[in-house]
């Protein structure tokens, strides 16, 4: 059965700083990948996601991905963070036609 | 631009009672998923739909939940009786097919609160 760990449960960083959200998946073929970033009491949004090709991918609000099979990780980054990136951020892997969800990280932007 | 919707957005009710949450899809999207999520923690899968049809309830509490998809468009998720530990956004989401490669599209979720 598939599986994602988020290492990080929170993280502070300052605005106009980078940013690198770490992800790492367990699943037993070429998994689909997948951001999703959720403000206070909202819904998931979809940041990005990785199905096949290129292994760094590109999504809304500035941020990219980067699959890496041989560590099973797919890190999210971002080159300068705005005060507005303040959310939780979810890694999901989809395999089986179930997508599974990681705890999340809760991403702090301080001034 | 088309949402998931739910309803209600907030629920407040006693233990033992029942509850009920309703989710409206995108129009033309075929799969419907409950999730549900504690506080600080990711989405875990209820119950998936495949149109009318259950794919997946693995996951859900088959003793207190019932999930529901009549007519293969909306969808409702009830509890009965509600207990302490059932306090979590329960968050609808649909896409197009069984899989593609799409996205889940969320609505903005059920609050409840079991006092």
């Known amino acids: 059965a598939q599986s994602v760990t988020q290492p990080d449960i929170h993280i502070t960083v300052s605005e106009g700083a980078s940013l690198e959200l770490r992800c790492n998946y367990s699943y037993g073929a070429t998994p689909y990948l997948f951001w999703y970033v959720q403000s206070p009491g909202q819904g998931l949004q979809l940041l990005l996601k990785?199905?096949?090709?290129?292994?760094l991918v590109q999504g809304i609000k500035g941020f990219e991905a980067e699959f890496k099979r041989s560590q099973s990780s797919f890190n999210l980054r971002k080159p300068s963070v705005h005060w507005s990136d303040a959310a939780e951020y979810f890694c999901?892997?989809?395999?089986?036609?179930?997508?599974?969800f990681g705890a999340g990280t809760r991403l702090f932007v301080k001034a | 631009e088309a949402e998931v919707a739910q309803s209600p957005r907030y629920k407040i009710t006693e233990k033992s009672q029942a509850v009920a949450f309703w989710c409206d899809p995108i129009s033309g999207h075929a799969t419907l998923y409950w999730y549900r999520q504690i506080l600080g923690q990711g989405p875990e899968l209820l119950v998936q739909?495949?149109?009318?049809?259950?794919?997946?309830d693995s996951q859900l509490p088959k003793d207190r939940f019932s999930a529901e998809r009549l007519k293969g468009v909306d969808s409702t998720l009830k509890i009965q009786p509600a207990e302490l530990g059932d306090s979590a956004m329960y968050l609808c989401?649909?896409?197009?097919?069984?899989?593609?490669?799409?996205?889940?599209?969320f609505g903005e979720g059920s609050r409840l609160t079991v006092l």
């Open positions: 739909f495949q149109d009318e049809s259950v794919v997946d």
């Open positions: 990785y199905f096949s090709g290129d292994t």
């Open positions: 989401a649909s896409r197009e097919g069984q899989r593609n490669t799409g996205e889940l599209f």
């Open positions: 999901a892997v989809e395999g089986g036609f179930k997508t599974i």
